[in-house]
């Protein structure tokens, strides 16, 4: 089973950050053992001073090399990930795709329809790459910009909302669809550093929010537990 992260800058994460990519390895590493691999065509965090992804400093330097493989960036969202997808599976040969996208479109790019129909995109490239390809999907999380302004609260709800008809729509047995439920108790004070982007605690539920769709939906690995 390879598995493939894809998201914009809370997946990516900063220099000096855990990520709940490590956290979702370290799951996967007590659920799965070796019978499973992290792929993507990237590897490295945001670098804020050099605003651009050229760190490798994580916060644990025995994350190893093979697993911080992702693909993600900082201010990348279903707008950008759409046109590379199909180049990234076919590379990789990813079985599972765990998707965090939405929030840098809604904020930057696209409203909610525009930004759905870029979703219908990336899974359309990403079957046409692999026609058994699975995918979680993460609805847009409580944030920071959302929590100061009504109407952009409004357009995130509506894109979570197109994104479950999107998710409906498109879910097939060759290539189950999954919308993964979003983390409870999400706490901007706690679980972010600035309102948005996951501290240690946003880590694990962002994580577990993945974790526990693939164990209840498809039987994969099995419940989350923390590690240190």
Same mark, same amino acid.
């Given at each position: ?25 370290? #799951? ?27 760190? #490798? ?12 493989? #992702? ?143 693939? #164990? ?13």
């Amino acid at each position: 089973m390879r598995f493939m992260f894809v998201g914009d800058s809370q997946t990516i994460g900063s220099a000096g950050d855990h990520t709940w990519r490590y956290r979702m390895w370290q #799951h996967l590493e007590a659920t799965l053992g070796g019978a499973y691999a992290i792929v993507g065509p990237r590897t490295e965090l945001y670098e804020a001073t050099a605003g651009a992804a050229v760190s #490798h400093a994580y916060a644990d330097p025995a994350f190893p090399a093979d697993a911080r493989r #992702h693909l993600a960036g900082w201010g990348e969202g279903w707008l950008h990930m759409a046109p590379v997808i199909g180049e990234a599976v076919t590379a990789a040969r990813a079985d599972v795709l765990l998707v965090a996208l939405g929030l840098i479109d809604l904020g930057f790019y696209t409203n909610s329809d525009q930004t759905s129909e870029n979703v219908r995109a990336f899974i359309r490239a990403a079957r046409a790459a692999n026609p058994r390809v699975r995918t979680v999907v993460l609805p847009v999380i409580p944030n920071v910009r959302a929590e100061e302004e009504p109407p952009f609260a409004a357009e995130c709800a509506r894109f979570n909302e197109l994104l479950a008809k999107t998710v409906a729509d498109l879910d097939e047995p060759g290539s189950p669809l999954l919308l993964a439920s979003p983390p409870k108790a999400y706490d901007l004070r706690t679980d972010t550093y600035d309102g948005t982007h996951p501290g240690p605690s946003g880590e694990h539920k962002l994580a577990a929010a993945f974790a526990t769709a693939l #164990h209840q939906a498809w039987g994969l690995g099995g419940p989350y537990t923390p590690a240190p």
